[in-house]
């Protein structure tokens, strides 16, 4: 089972989403939040799998319940996938900092949605949609000056896991990687694991960011 934690400010919403992910067989609503204050207090407290958090809210807001989390300086992540109702660079740009593992828009189809807290469950990025590709590519572009060097990093890949990174790069699924090489899904994952942890990567968002940031691909 999925434990999820649902927060979110506005009541209808969160009932909404408690009654979607209760229809599934493999997602369990452990609790529910109306500001990020108590979500955060409630996901130390219950360690939900997959946290599905709103941005604006009272007390505290999205970004920073998502940082406190899953930011690069908690010892013990827990994984949020950032559901909210506006399309904005800056929110996709903050919410990916603080270490946000997803970003869908609230008018996502349900089985997006759910799909979309599977992906995060497993540890992988959920980067699909290609607006959110296209604003990861525009905000590597923007820090690209700010950090050089970067690029030196990916020398320890293989040319093998740097044909998977560019891939992952371009939002492509491990399912959609194993077809394009011709190899299997778990060979796909050992090569994934495998890259993350010779970039000291967290997950593949970051793995996305650092593609877009060294230049290995360009912004859409």
Do not use: W
Not at 183 to 210: C, F, M, N, P
């Amino acid at each position: 089972m999925i434990r999820v934690l649902v927060c979110d400010d506005q009541a209808l919403i969160r009932a909404g989403f408690v009654t979607v992910f209760g229809l599934q067989p493999d997602l369990e609503v452990v609790g529910e939040a109306s500001d990020g204050e108590s979500g955060v207090q409630l996901a130390h407290r219950l360690r939900p799998d997959v946290v599905v958090m709103d941005i604006q809210m009272p007390v505290l807001d999205g970004i920073e319940a998502t940082r406190r989390l899953a930011g690069p300086d908690v010892a013990d992540p827990i994984k949020v996938l950032v559901v909210t109702t506006f399309n904005l660079d800056k929110y996709v740009y903050a919410a990916l900092r603080a270490g946000a593992s997803g970003f869908l828009l609230k008018d996502a189809q349900p089985a997006e949605l759910i799909d979309g807290i599977r992906t995060v469950a497993r540890g992988e990025a959920l980067l699909a949609p290609a607006v959110t590709r296209g604003l990861v590519g525009r905000f590597g572009d923007r820090v690209r000056a700010s950090a050089p060097g970067l690029d030196e990093r990916l020398a320890v890949l293989t040319p093998r896991e740097l044909e998977v990174f560019r891939l992952i790069a371009e939002g492509l699924s491990n399912a959609e990687i194993a077809g394009q090489m011709v190899i299997g899904q778990e060979t796909v994952k050992t090569y994934v694991s495998r890259i993350l942890t010779k970039l000291a990567l967290r997950d593949r968002v970051q793995a996305v960011i650092l593609a877009y940031q060294s230049g290995l691909v360009g912004a859409p």
